[in-house]
């Protein structure tokens, strides 16, 4: 294939089990702007695939091996897929060269210089910040995302020049198979505990992680992570929201119509008054990150600016679907507890007097079992709650665990589990015919299944107010 990076040979075709995941369609779109034929199976359609199958690229939805192709070179699967799954099964017992996403990551990514975001909470929004601050300036870079700029309305991008922007995922330790030359880490939480185990194996993955800096190249970390200074690297700073004790942080913040004005102070450098056009306080800190990647690249603080200023944001990242001064409408990726907290949090500090309605699917039976007093409390911030079943995903379901274990955990009574038919009906009843006149309300929808379906549905309804 045509491309700037060694280390992939000459590929005719490829094919990827899961095509539909967030991080292999980026993959998926690297091997076809490079001209290699690329098809793929996946589960159900989506926006993605329907994306992907736009551009040329060949995606079916039964798993069927009278449907794959036979000439591949190369076979790409994400660990989401079952080991049982038929095309995989056909693939690895005919001999096919069979990797993970992880291994092509590793590959792609060996003879170039690379900006790896890593962390529990934050990494797709600053990836994607970083990624358009250096495409926005003109610095340049190959972009993997795990989420959709709203910028240029993809997850990938590519560039001659040889840097990449990756979204470092830490399910499966897929990050390990990474070299960064510049890295951040935001959280460490608990997380993915079906892959774990327990707390401190994931947090020992994360140190692991950073000792995969290469040499002479720098750390960048959340100020204050539990056992931060177990993190190595031949150089490192901190970033924060606004501790001063942290290296780079922000400054003089200004709340404005749901975006912020704030100052941004470096060892060895200042920027005054930029300006982000993004929701949540969270999104203040996911930028400072950014800036400071930025910076460490000798990049002009007035470009820098200029980039952050019209940065349109990440799908599903307080992405604002409806805002007037009847409903503010936004719907958000978040599935964790931390994630939900900063996401209420964040939209009652812009919103002080508004109602605040929280839709939630929760995402895996094991993180509901695990995290479900977590979950409770923070739900506990919305006025009113509304939970949708447990979306499985790669799961089957675990006897005694549902949405409904997280009501009976929670204080505010104002909650409940609805199926989908009847959310819709819900809101026409609550919002279009009893929304507050005088103030106004919020609606959240969050999670990471597919809730985002419900979108356009809850959106066609509210432009009845």
Known sequence: MNTPFRGIEKLDEVYFIGIGGIGMSAIAKFFHSGGVKVGGYDKTATELT?????????????????LIPKKVDLVIYTPAIPEDHKELVYYRSNGYKVIKRSDVLQIITENSFNICIAGTHGKTTITTMVAHLLRDSGFGCNAFLGGIAVNYETNFWSSEKNVCVIEADEYDRSFLKLSPD??????????????YGTAGSMEQAFIDFSKRVRPGGLLIRQFGLKRGKELNSDQHITYSLQNENADVYAANIRMMNGSYEFDVVMNDNMLENVRLN????????????AIAVASSLRIENEKIKSAVGNFRGVKRRFEYIIKNDKIVFIDDYAHHPEELRALINGARALFRQKKCTVIFQPHLYTRTRDLADGFAEVLDLADEVVLLPIYPARELPIEGISSGMIIEKMKNKNARVLTKEKLLGSIKANFVNKVNKEFGEILITAGAGDIDMLVEPVKEILKEI
């Not at 329907?50 to 551009?55: G, I, M, Q, R, T």
């Not at 935001?186 to 997380?191: I, N, W």
Request: net charge negative; no cysteine; glycine share 6%.
């Open 182 to 195: 510049v890295a951040i880490i935001t959280a460490m939480d608990a997380d993915h505990l079906d892959i």
């Open 278 to 289: 993004m929701g949540g306080m969270h999104n203040v800190e996911n930028a400072v990150a």
């Open 50 to 66: 329907k994306n992907l199958e736009a551009s040329g690229i060949a995606v079916h939805y039964e798993e069927n091996v009278d």
